[in-house]
């Protein structure tokens, strides 16, 4: 089993609309999380850290579930510039092996 | 522009050859790390460096693959005779801890 699963999508939806994208994690050690953004041939970038009490920033809310061990992400009122490929990334505590990364979940928006 | 700063960005290469990249993280970073991606794949870690001490490696990065942080700043990462396997985007990133910020990458295609 894949240490941090995402549906890959892709997910096509409406410009206006509101997405929403899951992720769970197997380690239970986990205890950072993020959202990165990649867009195509280019590098991951931080949307935003994930809280335990969950946290928005914008149009978009993160929220995490320790006890089922999943991640999601809303995006309301998507843009065209949402288009992308969205990382589920979990982080160790203690852990010297940096992030671990989903395949992550591509998202297109259409006019 | 003070992010993390990645060389070639992009490397054509004939199999069997050894190819070297560069990577300047950012200057107040002492945590500098490797990740490989291929198409489809979120970024898989490779080796993490604290300083100049390399102390974590994958059991991806296989002993045609070695990289160094002599000094503590800068890092390259070199591979061997290459393999068509090895073509992928090579990240590399830094941190005081989490979460990572990305250079643009190096795109490796061996022919």
């Known amino acids: 089993r894949k240490e941090v699963e995402q549906d890959p999508g892709p997910f096509n939806v409406p410009e206006g609309a509101t997405v929403a994208f899951n992720c769970t994690y197997s380690n239970s050690a986990s205890q950072s999380f993020f959202w990165y953004r990649q867009d195509c041939r280019k590098e991951p970038k931080l949307l935003m850290s994930v809280y335990s009490s969950g946290n928005e920033d914008g149009r978009f809310t993160a929220q995490l579930n320790r006890a089922s061990q999943y991640i999601s992400l809303l995006i309301r009122d998507s843009k065209l510039s949402d288009s992308a490929t969205y990382l589920c990334v979990t982080h160790r505590r203690g852990g010297a092996d940096g992030l671990t990364f989903g395949k992550g979940t591509h998202l297109i928006i259409q006019p | 522009d003070t992010g993390v700063s990645q060389n070639p960005r992009h490397k054509i290469t004939k199999r069997g050859q050894n190819v070297t990249f560069r990577c300047d993280p950012i200057?107040?970073?002492?945590?500098l790390y490797w990740y490989r991606q291929t198409l489809g794949q979120g970024p898989e870690f490779l080796t993490y460096?604290?300083?100049?001490?390399?102390?974590?490696k994958s059991r991806l990065l296989s002993d045609r693959f070695s990289a160094e942080r002599p000094k503590g700043s800068f890092s390259t990462l070199e591979i061997q005779r290459t393999e068509q396997g090895d073509s992928a985007m090579y990240l590399c990133a830094s941190s005081l801890g989490a979460p990572l910020h990305f250079g643009n990458g190096t795109r490796l295609t061996v022919t």
């Open positions: 460096f604290q300083n100049e001490a390399q102390l974590e």
């Open positions: 200057s107040e970073h002492n945590r």
